[in-house]
Nanobody, 127 residues
Framework: QVQLVESGGGLVQAGGSLRLSCAAS????????LGWFRQGPGTEREYVAG????????DYADYTKGRFTISMDNAKNTLYLQMNNLKPEDTAVYYC????????????????????WGHGTQVTVSS
């Protein structure tokens, strides 16, 4: 079992920045990949970014490129999502997820491939 706890969400004005954290605990030694997803009001959960636990592979949804950065502090077992130049359409609950087995980079975006999920942290961007 892997436990994931997100933090760092909040209310920010458009153009502002937030850094989300996802603290992982439990059987993290067998974790292969981690991902960020989000779900806005009345929308389906969508992919934000993903990376391998080793940090060798990262992937981003097109709408995040140039604005969001995913990173990992392996010593702290913590995943981060740095979000800059936030827009009102970025308003959503942001979730992190963990995958225990190998996952190709092209599949990081598939939520059904992840084994564990956090409870999410709310990000609200005002215009």
């Amino acid at each position: 079992q892997v436990q994931l706890v997100e933090s760092g969400g909040g209310l920010v004005q458009a153009g502002g920045s937030l850094r989300l954290s996802c603290a992982a605990s439990g059987r993290t030694g067998s974790t292969y990949a981690l991902g960020w997803f989000r779900q806005g009001p009345g929308t389906e959960r969508e992919y934000v970014a993903g990376m391998s636990w080793s940090g060798l592979h990262t992937d981003y949804a097109d709408y995040t490129k140039g604005r969001f950065t995913i990173s990992m502090d392996n010593a702290k077992n913590t995943l981060y999502l740095q979000m800059n130049n936030l827009k009102p359409e970025d308003t959503a609950v942001y979730y992190c997820a963990a995958r225990q087995r190998y996952l190709g980079v092209d599949e990081f975006k598939r939520p059904e491939k992840y084994d564990y999920w956090g409870h999410g942290t709310q990000v609200t961007v005002s215009s």
